[in-house]
């Protein structure tokens, strides 16, 4: 495991953006570990999660040339990003959407940069693939090209079907999907900290049970 990601995996643990316990998730399963970005909601918290997915950008290895953040977690998190980017001394532009088109002024949906070249999406997680879909179109309406999308943590778990969230979108657009850190990640940082690894059954039975392998 790269330094980066047990690193940002400590940093969510420390700002009790990832938890253990009991939680139940959206899909009502029983999960023994909660992770919410949106937690991550002052100015250090943000700062130090935008240099992770910079981090995870440059390590990926994917080519851009500028980012996009779907409404609403991805504006903030896509912003912050660009510029922990160009601390790095790498300076792209950036877009957004808004929910309702804008009848005066510029008007329209996309605000920020035009939307052209190569283009990746910033997003928090996915889920339902439903933000991926929007942020696609809308991009792809511009003649514009999606590179990928980037996500903060990736739980490799069963969606609907047989594959995770991140695979249906990788299988549907073709598109890259690149995560800080994922449940493989998490499995490590617990089996390699005396202090955690009371969570690191539950976690590992509850990956055995909806986890997907990749």
Not at 6 to 19: G, I, P, S, T
Not at 21 to 28: C, D, I, P, S, Y
Not at 121 to 147: C, F, Q, W, Y
Request: hydrophobic residues 45%.
């Amino acid at each position: 495991m790269s330094d980066f990601r047990q690193d940002f995996l400590k940093f969510a643990l420390e700002q009790e953006v990832l938890k253990f316990g009991e939680f139940t998730t959206k899909a009502g399963r029983q999960s023994p570990y909660f992770f919410n970005a949106g937690l991550f909601n002052d100015g250090n918290g943000i700062l130090q999660l935008a240099r992770f997915y910079a981090d995870a950008i440059i390590a990926s290895g994917v080519e851009f040339d500028m980012l996009f953040g779907p409404a609403y977690k991805g504006i903030i998190l896509a912003a912050a990003t660009s510029m922990a980017l160009a601390e790095k001394g790498i300076n792209v532009p950036i877009a957004y959407n808004r929910k309702e088109a804008k009848d005066h002024g510029e008007g329209g949906v996309l605000v920020g940069s035009p939307v052209k070249g190569k283009v990746l999406i910033i997003d928090d997680v996915i889920s339902a693939g439903t933000s991926v879909r929007e942020s696609v179109k809308l991009i792809e309406n511009e003649g514009a090209i999606p590179a990928g999308v980037v996500i903060a943590l990736d739980r490799m778990e069963k969606g609907t079907a047989e594959t995770s969230a991140v695979q249906e979108v990788q299988h549907q657009y073709g598109l890259p999907v690149v995560s800080i850190a994922n449940l493989k990640d998490l499995l490590a940082m617990l089996g390699g900290d005396v202090s955690l690894q009371t969570y690191l059954d539950s976690v590992q039975d509850y990956r055995d049970r909806y986890g997907v392998d990749y």
